[in-house]
């Protein structure tokens, strides 16, 4: 539960937000300057976050939440990234799971949903693609359903207040959204996850799913929307993680009492060859975060308008021409992004020196990071490039006509 959460003003503005979300992630509970924390569970980061009100972020104000918006949203998560990149990743996934009533739910399970998950700050945990059902929900003689089944790699388990589970209704076959206690019998939560982060495998058996605990019913327009929304937590990742291992070999080069023997200068910031160098990894970051910018605010409308779109319209699903463009950008964003974050992760190295592969300033965190938070790129550059060639876009990521 959140701390009085009644006498917390939540910022206002976008501007507030992130000044926000730059104060918590520089506190010592969020900040890992070390890496000691880094790849396991981090119960007093994910705590932090709570306390600071980001969890609510991006719950409507009329359901007691901070009422920002997704363009805010991506940036709050970029912001905690580059302190933390575990952390930016359960975020990131945090609000993308707490939006599923909105994406494929209706205004009484937001309703129902929302206020409640404001008052506990609680913490979302799960699969953040719909399209993962495996778990089978059978109805119960007396109302609800019991769940079965395993669930992989599934964001936040390990921490989750909630798990919001993508499942398959064993009697009719259709694919459902539920939210799930993880504290409840019959769900037993697995440590390890992709790259060591804060993720596991949860085994259900015979949990207890109530009828109020059916968040949502995916459609393929809902399903269709998501795809992006996913790939544009990542490439806001990808762009934290390259940002801060620029802060911190910055910091780092500028400490550095001696420059280079080679160097020609008095000074290391005066050395040509790394001002040249970080000059080069700067124009990759900063061409990245902009084409980021520009496809989250593409995408964001369509994100919000889930939320006031009734049911029984989803089905028509956004513009097909419109929302294959914006899918494209995105994936293109996600491609720059990574490739930045790989550049700047490994080049910093060999700009800061030998002595950079020691515990401070830590910048084998990010390269960590880097390495090991993403799924395959080669799969978003052979999209684009097919788009490109053929004008084709794939269709498991269509949008239905």
Not at 139 to 156: K, N, Q, V, Y
Not at 277 to 295: E, F, H, K, P, S
Request: aromatic share 6%; with cysteine; glycine share 12%.
């Amino acid at each position: 539960m959140c701390d009085e959460p009644a006498q917390r003003v939540p910022p206002r503005d976008h501007a507030g937000w992130l000044a926000l979300a730059r104060t918590t992630a520089s506190g010592p509970d969020v900040d890992d300057p070390d890496g000691r924390h880094a790849g396991r569970p981090q119960a007093r980061g994910a705590e932090a976050l709570r306390q600071a009100g980001l969890l609510t972020l991006l719950i409507p104000a009329r359901h007691g939440g901070g009422g920002a918006t997704w363009r805010t949203a991506f940036q709050v998560v970029r912001e905690v990234a580059a302190a933390n990149g575990d952390l930016g990743l359960l975020l990131g996934h945090h609000y993308l799971l707490s939006w599923t009533p909105a994406l494929h739910g209706t205004e009484a399970d937001r309703e129902r949903v929302w206020p409640v998950a404001a008052a506990a700050c609680r913490l979302w945990g799960g699969a953040p693609d719909p399209r993962d059902a495996s778990p089978t929900l059978a109805p119960r003689p007396h109302g609800g359903f019991t769940l079965d089944g395993t669930t992989a790699i599934t964001s936040g388990a390990v921490l989750a207040d909630r798990l919001a589970v993508g499942a398959t209704r064993a009697d009719t076959g259709e694919p459902l959204m539920v939210l799930v206690d993880p504290a409840g019998p019959g769900v037993a939560r697995a440590e390890g996850g992709a790259g060591g982060a804060p993720n596991g495998t949860v085994l259900f058996s015979g949990a207890i799913v109530g009828e109020h605990d059916v968040i949502g019913r995916p459609s393929p327009a809902s399903t269709a929307l998501m795809a992006p929304a996913i790939q544009m937590v990542f490439a806001q990742l990808y762009l934290g993680i390259a940002e801060g291992a620029l802060d911190a070999a910055r910091a780092h080069a500028v400490a550095r009492s001696r420059p280079w023997p080679l160097g020609q200068a008095r000074r290391t910031g005066g050395d040509a060859y790394l001002a040249g160098a970080y000059g080069g990894l700067l124009a990759q970051v900063r061409a990245a975060r902009a084409l980021a910018d520009r496809a989250a605010d593409d995408l964001a409308p369509d994100l919000h308008g889930a939320a006031a779109r009734p049911q029984s319209a989803e089905s028509a699903g956004p513009p097909d021409e419109r929302y294959c463009e914006t899918a494209v950008l995105v994936a293109t964003a996600k491609i720059a992004a990574v490739q930045a974050s790989l550049a700047v992760a490994s080049r910093v190295f060999e700009l800061a020196g030998p002595d950079s592969a020691r515990a401070r300033p830590g910048l084998a965190r990010f390269w960590r990071y880097a390495k090991t938070l993403h799924d395959p790129v080669a799969h978003r550059q052979a999209e684009v490039g097919r788009e490109f060639l053929t004008g084709e876009f794939p269709p498991e990521r269509k949008a239905p006509p």
